[in-house]
């Protein structure tokens, strides 16, 4: 970190979210982060267009498939909304919503902020499902040009 004072010379923590507890926590990391270094903190939402109904979503509940950007978008508030609910501090934060698939979308987000640090959340998948699936953290701390931090909760149990 710099020691010099101003926004121009702020770190910036990019926090990449997917709505769930993993997220939740990653982003509880990322607002303690940011108080501590007084960084810009930016949240991330990478809309991944599924196959099987390109350009929509269905929401829970829900027989209807609507334009996946404003169930997004949603979902971003009723994440903050539940996050404020349960946090002794929400510092101010940017939001954005891009498109794509998540591990290559996330990395050049961080590139375009010119981001400090990365924080995403862990599932903790093991075994068969993190072959087949991966992990969206793994692929980031790979491929990203800065320093990442992958944040558990503390009750989570390997998938």
Do not use: N
Not at 7 to 17: D, F, G, M, N
Not at 18 to 39: E, K
Not at 79 to 87: K, S, T, V
Not at 99 to 123: F, K, M, N, T, Y
């Amino acid at each position: 970190m710099s020691g010099e004072a101003g926004p121009a010379s702020r770190e910036t923590i990019l926090c990449a979210v997917d709505f769930s507890g993993d997220s939740a926590a990653a982003l509880g990391w990322a607002c303690r982060q940011a108080a501590l270094t007084d960084a810009r903190l930016v949240l991330l939402h990478v809309v991944h267009d599924p196959a099987s109904s390109p350009g929509f979503y269905r929401r829970v509940g829900s027989e209807w498939l609507e334009p996946m950007v404003a169930v997004a978008e949603d979902m971003m508030a009723e994440f903050l909304a539940a996050f404020r609910a349960g946090a002794e501090h929400l510092p101010a934060l940017e939001t954005r919503l891009v498109r794509g698939l998540p591990p290559g979308r996330i990395v050049e987000v961080a590139r375009e902020l010119g981001a400090d640090l990365v924080v995403v959340g862990s599932r903790g998948r093991t075994g068969l499902p993190h072959i087949l699936l991966g992990s969206v953290a793994e692929r980031v701390v790979q491929t990203a040009p800065v320093p990442v931090t992958v944040v558990k909760r503390r009750d989570a149990a390997p998938e």
